[in-house]
């Protein structure tokens, strides 16, 4: 557990360290920050976050990539990987340690989102329950792709191969329910339960159901077991 | 086998066709300094990569400080130290941070922690660069820095992967004393293929080639195996005598191959086997002639580097009495410019001295 600890705040001390942390940061709060202010104007008769909530898991598909390209990519790059597991720790310990590192960053982006509803909590009446729901679910959706940007960094050690494949498969799975344009009957029921977008609707309504928490738990569990995989793979 | 600090046995290893190891196996025992020697892909670093855990063997097995590397890796992984051939350090942080990480989780105790680093940065001569980032140290520190990640938790074994690659010749000196230091307490085991660092350092050589051990032993041993011809330096005053005389003469010695040289310094190779000083400095008095030098050249490393890998076969390098041909490699004389230049700048003294024995290109060969 205290390898843990020390792995996340190396994780966050280098992800801090590095320019892309900021930018990501930045870019991430400007674009919410826009759509927000876009629906604030528009549609100010209605207080909620619902726009913002519809677009948030649209962009953070792009932006967790970019957080998570550096955990392992930049480490085999370096080569300070081969420091990292000669060290005393396992290599679920090494996987874990970064994943959480990663997740509190998108925590700490989710929390300088936080003036959002707050500005509307001033405005009027809040409903604080799909707002509550909507960041639990950012979190869980986000924690989902950080993931697979996790296990994809696993792969390369080229940071740009690792952001676009892991856009590309944060992607599939936050669409996959319309990729293919089926629109009933039992494939669009299993597309819809893969979807990763389709259980962020259901947390944002407030409604939190164990099914939708089960679905980004079983996303994080398996990619991360995959990264981890593919780290002992030089161990065969 | 039970006490060894390193057991290898049969260890191969290939990265798809090319076998990197092949059935390598060998004992370390606590307390020496191993130098692993060999030339550029002879698997020095592979063999370092699976002691340490980064790697996993295709077949064999190996233990360290008693504990499967495999088996029981994270055992192992707490009483090595490695520093790997690439040094890879965290750049982005400060020295001190960097062996704050390494510190906790290394586990070593919250209350330790700042003694230990501070010791240790003495002993590595880094304490003046601990607030320094490691990006902007130079090469010579971050291997220093490199050095300190690896003994901060005390290790009983030390692996380390080309140690002074990359340091300027008073660094390699420093970093060579720290490996001496070190390994009155500990196992260390180093690869290198500059030969003058085995000499300087190692208690024992191990060579490997393609993935084989082709030898084992004290440079002493080695060279005896390889039973290589005697050489010997003469400076003579040539008041009185011509040199063709005097080579005639050295000739008619029992056991002398070869005499060659001119205005008065010569070089004799002589069987390994036969006494043949004594001689040379009777002949010398009883004609009269004013001996100013008579020294024997030992083997050097790199004789013995290329007898077992390649460069000369061992057979080849027994001296055939009747056919009294050796390699030129082997009988020019020690003089080389170059690394003279750079030892002016040089303040030890005992360099000198190391440099007398020193290979024409050890420093250079570093790739």
Redesign the interface.
């Known amino acids: 557990m205290q390898a843990i600890w020390t792995l996340i705040k190396r994780e966050l001390s280098a992800q801090f360290n590095s320019v892309v942390a900021y930018i990501v940061v930045i870019l991430f709060l400007l674009i919410t920050g826009g759509m927000f202010f876009l629906d604030f104007f528009e549609g100010i008769q209605e207080l909620s976050l619902r726009r913002f909530f519809g677009d948030a898991p649209f962009f953070l598909a792009f932006f967790a990539p970019a957080m998570s390209m550096s955990v392992f990519s930049e480490e085999k790059r370096a080569g300070t990987l081969e420091l990292l597991m000669t060290m005393p720790v396992s290599d679920l310990q090494i996987v874990i340690g970064k994943f959480i590192g990663v997740v509190l960053l998108l925590a700490v982006v989710l929390l300088f989102t936080l003036p959002y509803p707050i500005t509307l909590y001033f405005l009027g009446d809040l409903d604080w329950g799909p707002v509550i729901g909507g960041y639990l679910g950012l979190l869980f959706l986000g924690a989902a792709y950080l993931s697979v940007g996790v296990m994809v960094s696993s792969w390369t050690k080229n940071q740009i191969v690792a952001i676009l494949l892991a856009f590309f498969l944060c992607f599939v799975l936050f669409i996959i329910d319309r990729l293919l344009g089926v629109q009933s009957g039992n494939t669009a029921t299993i597309l819809e339960t893969m979807s990763a977008n389709y259980h962020f609707r259901s947390i944002s309504r407030g409604v939190i159901d164990l099914r939708d928490l089960v679905y980004y738990v079983s996303v994080m569990v398996i990619c991360l077991a995959a990264a981890r995989t593919s780290l002992a793979a030089r161990r065969w | 086998m039970t006490n060894a600090s390193i057991a290898v046995r049969d260890l191969t290893k290939a990265y798809g066709d090319i076998v990197a190891l092949d059935h390598l196996s060998f004992e370390i025992q606590p307390g020496e300094i191993v130098g692993f020697l060999g030339p550029n892909g002879a698997g020095k670093s592979t063999s370092m ?1 699976l002691l ?5 063997a295709n077949s064999g097995e190996a233990k360290v400080a008693g504990f499967d590397v ?1 088996k029981e890796s ?1 055992e192992v ?2 009483r ?1 130290g ?1 520093l ?1 051939e ?1 040094n ?6 400060i020295v001190l ?1 960097y062996l704050h ?2 510190a ?4 070593i105790p919250r209350p330790k922690r700042r003694t230990r680093i501070e010791e240790v940065a003495d002993q590595c001569g880094i304490r003046h660069v601990l607030h320094r980032d490691i990006k902007h140290l130079s090469k010579g520190y971050k291997q220093r820095v490199g050095l300190a ?1 690896a003994i901060l938790h005390s290790p009983e074994v030390l692996i380390l992967d080309e140690p002074t690659s990359g340091l300027d010749p008073n660094q390699i000196i420093e970093i060579r004393d720290l490996i001496k230091e070190l390994g009155s307490e500990k196992t260390v085991i180093l690869s290198t293929h500059i030969l003058q660092e085995v000499t300087a350092v190692c208690d024992r050589i191990l060579i490997i080639d393609k993935g084989k051990l082709v030898a084992d032993g004290s440079i002493k041993d080695l060279a005896h195996k390889l039973q290589r011809p005697q050489i010997l330096k003469l400076i003579v005053n040539l008041t009185d005598v011509s040199t063709q005389t005097v080579r005639r003469e050295l000739k008619a010695i029992r056991g002398v191959t070869k005499a060659s040289g001119s205005g008065g310094t010569f070089d004799i190779v002589a069987k390994h086997n036969i006494e043949v000083a004594t001689h040379i400095y009777e002949l010398m008095v009883s004609r009269g002639w004013v001996l100013r030098e008579l020294s024997r050249r030992e083997p050097t490393l790199e004789d013995v580097f290329r007898g077992f890998t390649g460069g000369v076969a061992p057979e080849d390098a027994i001296i055939d009495p009747d056919d009294a041909f050796d390699p030129p490699t082997i009988e020019t004389p020690k003089q080389n410019p170059p690394q003279k230049g750079e030892l002016d700048d040089d303040e030890e003294d005992n360099e000198e001295e190391d440099d007398e024995e020193e290979e024409d290109d050890g420093t250079e060969e570093d790739q």
């Open positions: 990569k340490t855990c980064f790697l996993a495999y994270n992984r707490k090595v490695y790997a690439t890879p350090l965290y750049e982005d942080m941070d990480f390494v906790q989780i290394r586990r990640q």
